[in-house]
């Protein structure tokens, strides 16, 4: 297991990670850090500790966000894969008329 500095706040925490995965947890404080900053910046009296939460709050809510959209993104795509369904059974049927029809000239 790798243990990894981060940096949230002006402030280091020593984490343990799974090991590779060094660069993906230094990205994610990355994310955190920025929240917490803005929140900072925004002149909010907050505590360390509160800070933290609100700025945790925040990615959660994106992450929510996100997970609503593949979800709406996701029920789209199983409409529309019906539809092509239903368009291609059409089209078959279509084209299976035609054939019994052009079979039907040629045998004249």
Do not use: F, W
Request: overall charge negative; aromatic content about 0%; charged content about 25%.
């Amino acid at each position: 297991m790798a243990q990894v500095t981060i940096h949230v706040n002006a402030k280091p925490y020593l984490v343990g990670c799974e090991d590779g995965e060094e660069a993906r947890l230094k990205g994610l404080a990355a994310e955190l850090d920025a929240r917490v900053q803005a929140l900072g910046v925004s002149g909010a009296a907050l505590g360390e500790t509160r800070l933290m939460l609100m700025g945790a709050l925040v990615l959660a809510d994106e992450v929510a966000g996100a997970a609503e959209r593949i979800a709406a993104a996701e029920a789209e795509a199983a409409r529309l894969r019906a539809q092509l369904d239903i368009a291609d059974a059409r089209a078959i049927t279509a084209l299976e008329a035609a054939a019994k029809k052009i079979e039907a000239i040629a045998s004249r």
